[in-house]
């Protein structure tokens, strides 16, 4: 690359930061360099990876063993532990109105998961659903943009028509386990496309808390593709 042109970029850069701040979404601390982009160095390297997806059995697998719904595998990739500093990073993706870090930490988190070959033979990529009104407020739904970062690593296409959320809930936050699930049992639903019928899916969420969404997911996927299979993943544990 000419090294001209490239000087210019990075002194563009920083002179864009000084008229228009911009500041870590972990920490806070003011980004001037070039390279960084939405968080800081420091916080990238203490990003608070769970580990799971090291491991063949995890939280997330046990949660589906205990309610036998087969899956192929399941994992998270980081805990945001309430009061610390990575808390910021998942409120500042859903209130704060902060998509293209919901995109980064999904390519970051599909970079890791390929080193242990996690969903290399996953056909299409599921996010979540959310109701269209809410998008309308929110602007975006947080697990379609997970999912995209992952897309873009893994090379592997999102299917938004297959998955679907019938009704506008309220949040499932203060609600118990066996709640959440009846709740999660009438708000989502799957349809059945015949050429997808034998693939295998990897349903993307925000945030893993009692799995009652995923595993509901899951099941609604088997009840209307009895041949496919089912992976999972939420870039959080809660
Ligand atoms: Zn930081």
Redesign the pocket.
């Known amino acids: 690359m000419p090294i001209v042109p490239s000087i210019l970029r990075y002194a563009a850069s920083d002179i864009a930061s000084l008229v228009w701040p911009s500041t870590?979404?972990?920490?806070?601390?003011r980004l001037l360099s070039h390279n960084q982009h939405l968080?800081?160095n420091?916080?990238?390297m203490e990003l608070p990876k769970v580990n799971y997806y090291k491991d063949d059995d995890n939280l997330v697998t046990d949660e589906f063993f205990r309610e036998s719904i087969p899956i192929v595998y399941g994992c998270c990739f980081l805990q945001f532990k309430k009061g610390e500093?990575s808390q910021n990073l998942m409120h500042n993706i859903k209130y704060y109105n902060q998509p293209d870090l919901a995109v980064k930490l999904g390519r970051m988190a599909a970079m890791e998961l390929q080193k242990y070959g996690r969903f290399a033979d996953v056909d299409y990529i599921l996010p979540v659903p959310m109701h269209r009104d809410k998008i309308k407020i929110r602007g975006f739904n947080q697990a379609e943009r997970i999912a995209t970062g992952m897309s873009e690593a893994m090379q592997i296409p999102i299917r938004e028509d297959i998955l679907i959320k019938t009704v506008n809930s309220k949040t499932q936050t203060y609600m118990e386990r066996s709640e959440r699930i009846a709740n999660a049992d009438k708000i989502f639903a799957a349809k059945r496309v015949g050429e997808c019928a034998h693939s295998h899916f990897l349903i993307v969420d925000d945030v893993f808390t009692t799995g009652s969404t995923m595993l509901v997911c899951a099941q609604k996927l088997h009840e209307a593709m009895p041949e496919c299979r089912v992976s999972v993943f939420a870039l959080a544990k809660a």
């Open positions: 870590c979404l972990g920490c806070g601390q968080i800081c420091s916080c990238l500093w």
